[in-house]
């Protein structure tokens, strides 16, 4: 079984993954532990910006439209559809409910597992959690992808401290290496 990350999610419509060494690397990193290598970093970094964009809410015009075409929908392959004015009351509890959700939610055949997946209308509750399922992945990347840089740039920054640290020390004591020097 292979861990949920490790699957490319879609993003604008294109499927967005980390390569071969980076998905290695991201299955048995541990803060702390080695070093990642410095060529996944790059690669790292371009992942995470575009994740992070799919992972924006989406604009309020743009969710309306797609609240409003998945409630239809559904509502037509239900058993139990509901009569036009109780479905316009729980479009506006689902924009208010889904609001916060990550654009990439949206991505891929959203209607069709929704479908798949209700026989009767869902509730409010329901549908957000469905909706919150189709983001875990990215998600969970991203939050992979957070913990790698934050090691990397870390250890960045101590290696920058250490360097800082050593050259005080030695500007402090001139003498002692002109001491050595004279010796040879």
């Known amino acids: ?22 998905a290695r690397e991201l299955a ?3 803060p702390g532990g080695f070093a990642p290598p410095e060529q996944i970093v790059p690669e ?15 604009p309020e015009a743009a969710l309306r439209t ?3 075409d998945l409630a239809e929908i559904v509502n037509a392959g ?3 559809p509901l009569p036009g004015a109780a479905l316009d009351v729980r479009c506006a509890a689902l ?3 889904c609001a916060p959700l990550p654009a990439l939610v949206w991505e891929g055949a959203v209607e069709r597992d929704a479908l ?6 869902p509730s409010v509750a329901e549908l957000v959690v469905f909706l919150q399922g189709r983001s875990a992945p990215a998600r969970c990347l991203a939050t992979r992808l957070e913990l790698l840089l934050a090691d990397v740039d870390r250890r960045a920054s101590a290696r920058q401290r250490h ?9 402090t004591r001139p003498g002692i290496f002109a001491q050595n020097e004279n010796r040879k």
């Open 1 to 22: 079984m292979t861990a949920s990350f490790l699957h490319p999610v879609c993003v604008g419509g294109q499927a967005c993954g980390p390569g071969a060494d980076l």
């Open 28 to 30: 048995c990193f541990r």
């Open 44 to 58: 790292a970094r371009a992942l995470l910006a575009r994740l992070e964009h799919a992972l924006n809410p989406m």
């Open 66 to 68: 797609r609240l409003r």
């Open 78 to 80: 239900v058993a139990n």
């Open 95 to 97: 924009w208010v409910a």
């Open 116 to 121: 798949r997946l209700f026989r009767f209308f």
């Open 163 to 171: 360097a800082q640290r050593e050259a005080a020390w030695h500007t």
